[in-house]
């Protein structure tokens, strides 16, 4: 069997080797979350058992594939074999045990199917329009452009370890299903190239994407790089809740943003220049079709039609997923393709097909084919508060007709609840003492063509959930006047009414006993499970996202030097600085602590390694290569650069041939004091945490340690990293200005 270019088996079976030493204690738990997570694998809620997630470009899948998922989801999941089809165009699928994930990844792989930066801090799925290339509204085919994208920054050395993850969306046309203002980079097709917005986002704080102007087809590499850039140089890798390009935006201003991203494009230029680009097939758009729904029939521009297929939840059991491939696929057909709606699309059906199609969605659709899209909420991730699933179950029989319903269990938007006509997102609410799960309604989102958050509404209990969205339902159903949206009606009848539609249901109200409940669960609320401590994986990022700063640049600088062009100079030594940093990040020490100069680098490498004299070697024949360079000697300079990121990279990735997080053995001195204070005021993540792992491992066993910890981040993850770690804090409390925790070194 012939396997695509995108799929790895080396890499398949490195993680198992990661997962294997993992265990054996020879590699940390940070180096395998961080793996995994890289290969479409999230821990769940539930102990020793993880959720995969397949990366179809643009939902693209065969019938073939789709059978093939259906198999693996029956034989590996140990509960709840389901399909989920999830707001990026992928499909995930739960409850597999650690040592089946290689073997299904492998599974994966003889279908042609990927997970690869499915998850964590990478580049995520490409996102386009479901009917792209076949709705008559189509400009240009975005499955095409997808595929391409997918291709050029799949394992991009600068995608590895971002700040956070980074999404791209390509719409088709103008009407834009494809929801391009809530990327990161989001492409609207033109006559002759493309229109970018960079920076939009959902989660807690919705923005929508700012203008950065026209594109050619041959420019859209270089444009996307250059983001990429600044957002793995520029996101705040210390508070991950605001490490997104939309908070650069924010920070700098818009002005400064699109200047960096100008600046960012010189930088790439030369390397683009070099390697020349893509370019794409227009058409002229009928823009007067309709614009495709949920469910029902669209013709395509070649005659044939397209069938939109409605799913509860999004969710597909191995029995129906294998009943819709045969169906398509015994009638000739070979593809399917997946929503950003949560929904499936059955594509190229001839005329004579359609009834066929109807009669075997049967029991594939929901019975009542209504919009409404849902994450996994707290019935298996951990940063879930609240089971979104349940609550979408409770409000499927409601009156929505075409009304876009969105459910997430957290406020980070999975489900995309702010751009929903009725929105919800998840939370807790202390009462007398207790936690109550709560849901905020958000009223009137939208996000095709511009991006616009819902109007939140006050709190209401989750048990009451349900009852305030059916007020909500049938208010707009009797007061909306013709043709109007659900946003028009609610700037047209205020904020104090529809406050006070949903008022009564609030988590203050009403007897205590019965708000302690979530939907779908006999047990009390509880928000122990969620989230944890990640300074020890944030680490890995963040040396891993220098090291692969350094690689990307080098392969740039290799690139311009066969050409014999001179900027691959420049390329060569950001290089150098790049694995300078991954050194002193695996110190502790920080990045704004020292300048780059030929000393300082030697001096910063022969902190970080011990066999440093092959470094002098090398380093004095780098500089010794770059004052030949400058005379035209490219090269030469460039090789040697090459020498020196490869020594920090087996430095940083085989120390001691054991844990890539340990550093260097520290000095032989007596032990400190059995109690000492550690002052890390003004010291960020992780590095404060790097600091604290260090002075620990100077201590005798059982000995304690004082740390004093900044408010925010520090404190919050600092202490549940140590615990995850083997030590105990005894102490945690307020310490003038900022925070006092007591270590005991484990042991």
């Known amino acids: 069997m012939t396997t695509p270019v995108w799929v790895d088996r080396d890499e398949i079976d490195r993680l198992e080797h990661t997962r294997v030493a993992s265990l054996n204690g020879n590699v940390s738990d940070a180096v395998w979350n961080t793996e995994r997570l890289k290969q479409g694998i999230y821990g769940q809620r539930q102990p020793d058992v993880h959720m995969v997630r397949a990366k179809l470009p643009g939902g693209s899948i065969s019938p073939r594939q789709l059978r093939g998922l259906a198999d693996i989801v029956e034989a590996e999941a140990i509960d709840e074999p389901l399909l989920h089809v999830t707001t990026r165009q992928d499909l995930q699928f739960h409850y597999i045990r650690p040592e089946r994930l290689a073997p299904v990844l492998h599974k994966m792989g003889d279908l042609g199917l990927i997970s690869r930066e499915a998850c964590g801090h990478t580049v995520r799925n490409v996102t386009t329009c479901a009917l792209a290339g076949r709705c008559p509204r189509t400009r240009v085919d975005g499955h095409e452009v997808v595929s391409a994208v997918i291709l050029h920054f799949l394992r991009h050395p600068l ?18 299903c494809a929801l391009a203002p809530i990327n990161d980079v989001g492409l609207t097709p033109t006559e002759d190239g493309f229109f970018l917005a960079a920076a939009g986002g959902l989660g807690q704080a919705p923005k929508p994407a700012i203008p950065l102007g026209s594109l050619r087809d041959e420019e859209v590499y270089p444009a996307i790089e250059a983001l990429l850039r600044i957002h793995h140089r520029h996101s705040d890798r210390e508070r991950r809740a605001r490490a997104r390009l939309k908070f650069v935006v924010e920070s700098m201003g818009s002005e400064a943003f699109q200047e960096l991203y100008w600046e960012e494009r010189e930088n790439v230029a030369p390397f683009h220049s070099a390697q020349g680009g893509e370019s794409w097939a227009r058409r002229t758009p009928d823009l007067t079709a309709p614009v495709p729904g949920v469910s029902g029939w669209t013709k395509q521009i070649d005659g044939k039609w397209a069938r939109g297929v409605a799913l509860h939840k999004g969710d597909l059991t191995p029995a129906q997923a294998r009943q819709l491939a045969d169906l398509v696929s015994g009638l000739g057909l070979d593809e399917i393709v997946l929503t950003q709606a949560q929904n499936l699309v059955i594509v190229d059906v001839p005329e004579a097909h359609k009834g066929v199609i109807d009669e075997g969605v049967f029991g594939i659709e929901a019975l009542i084919p209504a919009d409404i899209g849902v994450c996994p909420g707290a019935a298996t991730c951990r940063l879930g508060i609240t089971r979104s699933r349940d609550l979408a179950d409770s409000v499927a029989d409601l009156p929505l007709g075409d009304l876009k319903v969105r459910i997430s269990g957290c406020a980070n938007g999975c489900g995309h609840h702010a751009i929903a006509d009725f929105g919800l997102h998840g939370l807790a609410r202390k009462r007398d003492g207790h936690s109550i799960p709560a849901y905020q309604i958000h009223v009137g989102g939208s996000a095709s063509g ?25 208010a707009y159903n009797i007061e909306r006047r013709e043709g109007e949206s659900v946003r028009g009606w609610a700037e047209r009848i205020g904020p104090e009414t529809l406050e006070g539609l949903v008022a009564e249901f609030a988590p203050g109200e009403g007897e205590l006993e019965g708000l302690l409940f979530d939907w779908g669960s ?40 066969a050409k014999g062009s001179v900027a691959a100079i420049e390329f060569a030594h950001r290089g150098v600085v790049a694995a300078v940093r991954a050194l002193l990040t695996l110190r502790g020490e920080e990045e704004g602590s020292w300048q780059f100069g030929e000393e300082e680098a030697l001096a910063a490498f022969e902190r970080g390694l011990q066999n440093t004299e092959m470094v002098r070697i090398h380093f004095t024949q780098l ?56 002052d890390l005021k003004g010291v960020g993540c992780p590095i404060n945490f790097v600091k604290t792992k260090l002075r620990l491992e100077m201590m005798p066993a059982a000995s304690k340690l004082t740390v004093l910890l900044d408010d925010g981040p520090p404190i919050e993850n600092v202490p549940l990293s140590l615990e995850g770690e083997g030590h105990a804090i005894e102490v945690k409390e307020p310490f003038e200005d900022r925070w006092k925790i007591v270590v005991r070194k484990k042991g």
């Open 623 to 678: 500089y010794a290569a770059l004052r030949r360079a400058h005379r035209g000697e490219v090269e030469p300079f460039v090789a040697i650069a090459a020498k020196v990121i490869e020594t920090v990279r087996r430095a940083v990735e085989s120390r001691d041939g054991s844990d890539n997080l340990q550093p260097p053995p520290p000095p032989k001195v007596e032990a400190v004091a059995p109690e000492t204070v550690l």
């Open 450 to 474: 511009t991006m616009v958050p819902g109007r939140s509404l006050p709190l209401v209990a989750a048990v009451h959930a349900r009852e305030a969205l059916s007020r909500l339902v049938a």
């Open 159 to 176: 995608g590895q370890n971002l700040p956070r993850k980074f999404k791209i969306a390509v719409a088709g046309c103008e009407s834009d």
């Open 522 to 561: 006999f047990d009390r609320f509880s928000t122990k499970e969620v989230g944890k401590g990640e300074c020890a994986a944030a680490l890995v990022s963040m040396i891993g996202a220098h090291m692969g700063e350094a690689i990307y640049e080098l392969g740039h600088a290799q690139t311009l030097a």
